[in-house]
T-cell receptor, first 107, second 113 residues
Framework: KNEVEQSPQNLTAQEGEFITINCSYS?????LHWLQQHPGGGIVSLFM???GKKKHGRLIATINIQEKHSSLHITASHPRDSAVYIC?????????FGTGTSLTVIP | EAQVTQNPRYLITVTGKKLTVTCSQN?????MSWYRQDPGLGLRQIYY???????DKGDVPEGYKVSRKEKRNFPLILESPSPNQTSLYFC????????????FGSGTRLTVV
C-alpha cells in the first residue's frame, strides 16, 4: 500500500513546454514537500506546502487538502530541469515518499 | 556554507561487519533524519530525531541504530549489515519541520556483500 502516488512515472518534454507532475496521498498530513533529485543523486528541497499555492521562479506548487492532491508545475521548461521530482508527505513526525517522476527536457 | 555532511560517500563492506555512517550539520537544526532509497521503492524513513537524546523509529528501522548525543551529529549504525541493506542512504535536517524545508546530505552508497 502506497501512501503517496505520483504520476506520471516518466515524462519527456521539449524545451519551453509547460509541465505538470501530480501527487495524490491517502493519509492525513501536516505538510507536503516537493523535492528535486539531480542525476548525480543530490536532493534539494523545492517547496513545503500545507495549503494553497507557492511560486519560486518558474516552479509553482499547489495543494488541495480536501482532494488530497498536489501538483508541481514547471513553466518554460529547460534541459537543466531534467531530474527526478519527488513528492513527500509529513504526518506527525513521519515522512512518506512517492517513487518519483523522472523528467527529461530535450533541447 | 550551510550544509549536511555525510561520510563516507561510498562504502563496500562484508556481511556482519559493524559500520557507522556519519551525518553532521552546521545549521543548529533541531530535527535530523535518515532515509534509504531503493529502486522502485523510493525514499523511506529509517529513524528521526527531534532533538538531542530524542530519537524515534521511522518506516523501516529494523537493522539500524542511531544516536543523538549532540545537536550537530546523527550517526547511523549498522551493527550487523546484511545484503538487503545495500542501498543509497540520505541524512537530512531541518530547523523546524513544521515550518521549514529540509537540507539533505549528498548521500552514502552502501554495498554489503
Amino acid at each position: 500500500k502506497n501512501e503517496v502516488e505520483q504520476s506520471p512515472q516518466n515524462l519527456t518534454a521539449q524545451e519551453g513546454e509547460f509541465i505538470t507532475i501530480n501527487c495524490s496521498y491517502s493519509v492525513g498530513i501536516s505538510a507536503l514537500h516537493w523535492l528535486q533529485q539531480h542525476p548525480g543523486g543530490g536532493i534539494v528541497s523545492l517547496f513545503m506546502l500545507s495549503s494553497g499555492k507557492k511560486k519560486h521562479g518558474r516552479l509553482i506548487a499547489t495543494i488541495n487538502i480536501q482532494e488530497k492532491h498536489s501538483s508541481l508545475h514547471i513553466t518554460a521548461s529547460h534541459p537543466r530541469d531534467s531530474a527526478v521530482y519527488i513528492c513527500a508527505v509529513r504526518t506527525g513526525n513521519q515522512f512518506y515518499f512517492g517513487t518519483g517522476t523522472s523528467l527529461t527536457v530535450i533541447p | 556554507e550551510a550544509q549536511v555532511t555525510q561520510n563516507p560517500r561510498y562504502l563496500i563492506t562484508v556481511t556482519g561487519k559493524k559500520l557507522t555512517v556519519t551525518c553532521s550539520q552546521n545549521m543548529n537544526h533541531e530535527y535530523m533524519s535518515w532515509y534509504r532509497q531503493d529502486p522502485g521503492l523510493g525514499l523511506r524513513q529509517i529513524y528521526y530525531s527531534m532533538n538531542v537524546e530524542v530519537t524515534d523509529k521511522g518506516d523501516v528501522p529494523e537493522g539500524y541504530k542511531v544516536s543523538r548525543k549532540e545537536k550537530r551529529n546523527f550517526p547511523l549504525i549498522l551493527e550487523s549489515p546484511s545484503p538487503n541493506q545495500t542501498s543509497l542512504y540520505f541524512c537530512a535536517s531541518s530547523l523546524n519541520p513544521g515550518i521549514h524545508g529540509y537540507t539533505f546530505g549528498s548521500g552514502t552508497r552502501l554495498t554489503v556483500v
